[in-house]
């Protein structure tokens, strides 16, 4: 990915269904994927999202809710607020920079139904 400087944190949910090759618990029809992109836009954030899901195996059913942007200065106190129990299994706020310059995409815990 190029370094994109102007990159934002965006943040949204996705309903996802099974696909063929995606990887979900045996009797699962999808799940709920919170999505955490780095893009210049939200309009980009969105379909760099929903073709990484699709590259995963995922079938994109819709997002759920609105989409919001994440200041990274902020970030730490989101996890520690939205996900405590899954912090060691995001990115810390040190790392952030590295994928902001990298435009990365990242997921919270898979909900799965």
Known sequence: MNNQAGN?????????????ECE?????L???IPCYVFALDYQTALKKGATTLK???YLFDSVQGKVREIPPASW???VAKV?????DQLPST????????KGA?????FITF
């Open 30 to 32: 999808g799940a709920y």
């Open 8 to 20: 934002q944190l965006y943040e949204f949910t996705v309903k996802a269904m099974r696909g063929a």
């Open 55 to 57: 590259d995963m195996g």
């Open 83 to 87: 996900w405590p129990d899954f912090a």
């Open 94 to 101: 040190d790392e952030l920079p590295l994928l902001m310059k």
């Open 76 to 78: 730490s106190s989101y």
């Open 24 to 28: 979900l618990p045996e009797g699962a």
């Open 105 to 109: 995409i990242f997921f919270g815990p």
